[in-house]
């Protein structure tokens, strides 16, 4: 039989490195805690029109990247979620939480979005979001408490020399008013842009400004700046921001050609990008949505927030050589010298376990020898070790991995000074 591979872009996280991801969502999760947001999960599939119509038609996730699933018996167009905003913003207009009194609604989210993109370093097919959404406050505060989120993040993960690029994308008012310049200087240089930006000229201007290609970038160096068009009020938004930020020590610089690459942005937008990480340096994204709560059909209502990938983190933790304290190691393994001993053993474990010991046992019928292998194998800090004698007297012998030190204690009294000494390491 041929055997049938993972799936493009998707990986497995296999035991021993699964500890790093449980290590970081539970970061996440205690970071989101003291931020005082508070868990949403809504479903991976929602239907097609929401991203369509949250995202947007013209963006490179809604024309290219959904996986759209259906079943036969069924004519709903659904899609497997590209991202987690437009979801969370479905829910918050579901669940008519503009209508709560604890205003805003601050929520996070930590789970796998889907895109097909080609499969890179750092990019993938199904990667893991963690994002926190805060909805129904416009103050200038709060954006830069989702920015600092993000960086603290980071920063806790021992992470280094990462900045924050800083743009303000305006209203759409200040947007219109910028369109007519921009489109202008865009159409003197039109036919020696790309493809990709020729085509985003009358869709989305904007774009053109973010593209990577160095010749459109050349060609567009002069053009019209969105924050030369930013209304009064847009622009002390901005520098609100800004000063908020200043007062947290958390550096940015304002790059006014940051784009995201997600229509429903308005006012604040960031990413936040680290020196190298192989072709993919942005670890972070996010920014305001003032007006997608009333695209989707809700009050008209603001909000900002963020996306970042565990995947991009994770790369860029090993690229910076930074060690997370995960340890993978077992509490306590019981070693079985005489196979009249196994069913002691097999209670000693379950006594351990219900102790709160993490607690194993051979199960292959080794020798001695190949038992303590196993416990080194497994990281065990402490060996048990039940032979004839410890039987005979009601003991069991205590070996400390880490110093070979042994010591005889009574048997019912193992789990207790076990307990006790793990508490004493912690
Ligand atoms: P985004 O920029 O599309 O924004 O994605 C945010 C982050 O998700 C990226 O910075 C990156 O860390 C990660 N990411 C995106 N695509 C991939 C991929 N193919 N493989 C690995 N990681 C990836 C959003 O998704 C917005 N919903 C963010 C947001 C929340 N804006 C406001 N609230």
């Known amino acids: 039989m041929t055997r049938i591979q993972i799936p493009r872009g998707t990986q497995d996280i296999m035991p021993g490195t699964v500890e790093l991801w449980q290590y970081v969502e539970a970061r996440a999760r205690d970071l989101s ?18 991203f369509q119509r949250g995202v947007g038609e013209t963006t490179d996730i809604v024309e290219k990247e959904m ?6 018996r069924s004519d709903d167009a659904l899609t497997l979620r590209p991202e987690g905003t437009a979801g969370v913003v479905r829910a918050y207009v579901e669940h008519k939480l503009y209508g709560q009194p604890n205003q805003p609604v601050k929520v996070y989210y930590l789970g796998p979005m889907f895109r097909h993109e080609r499969p890179q370093a750092g990019r993938y097919r199904q990667f893991v979001q963690f994002g926190v959404e805060a909805i129904g406050s416009s103050d200038p505060a709060i954006d830069a408490e989702v920015i600092a989120l993000a960086m603290r993040f980071y920063q806790e993960m021992g992470l280094t020399g990462l900045s924050v690029e800083l743009n303000s994308v305006g209203t759409l008012e200040d947007r219109a008013r910028h369109r007519e310049h921009l489109l202008a200087h865009l159409n003197g240089v039109r036919s020696e842009l790309c493809a990709d930006c020729q085509s985003r000229i009358d869709r989305n201007p ?21 924050l030369d068009y930013l209304s009064d009020e847009s622009a002390a938004h ?7 930020l200043s007062a947290l020590n958390i550096p940015y610089t304002v790059n006014p050609r940051l784009v995201r690459g997600l229509d429903y942005y308005t006012l604040t937008a960031f ?15 996010g ?15 603001p909000g900002i927030g963020f996306a970042l990938s565990i995947e991009r983190l994770l790369l860029a933790l090993a690229k910076q050589g930074v060690q997370l304290p995960v340890s993978g190691g077992i509490d306590c393994f019981v070693a079985i010298q005489t196979p009249d001993a196994k069913q002691e053993a097999f209670i000693l474990v379950d006594e351990l376990r219900r102790a709160g010991v993490s607690a194993d046992l051979d199960y292959l019928d080794r020798k001695m020898k190949a038992q303590f292998k196993q416990a080194d194998r497994l990281g065990a800090a402490y060996t048990a070790i039940i032979g004839e004698a410890e039987l005979a007297n009601g003991t069991v012998v205590l070996k400390e991995m880490a110093t070979g030190e042994q010591q005889e204690v009574k048997r019912d009294q193992v789990a207790a000074v076990l307990a006790e000494r793990l508490a004493a390491r912690a």
């Open 33 to 50: 805690r003291r931020y005082n947001y508070q868990e949403i999960r809504t479903p991976l599939f929602e239907s097609t029109e929401l």
């Open 67 to 72: 996986y759209s699933v259906s079943n036969p």
């Open 206 to 226: 904007l774009r053109v400004l973010d593209c990577k290609n160095e010749k459109c970038r050349t060609l567009t160096k002069d053009a019209p700046s969105i």
């Open 238 to 244: 901005f520098e609100a921001v800004k000063g908020y």
């Open 271 to 285: 990413e936040i990008k680290m020196a190298e990480i192989g072709a993919v340096e942005t670890l972070c994204g």
């Open 287 to 301: 920014g305001r949505y003032n007006g997608l709560v009333a695209e989707l059909g809700g009050e008209d209502m």
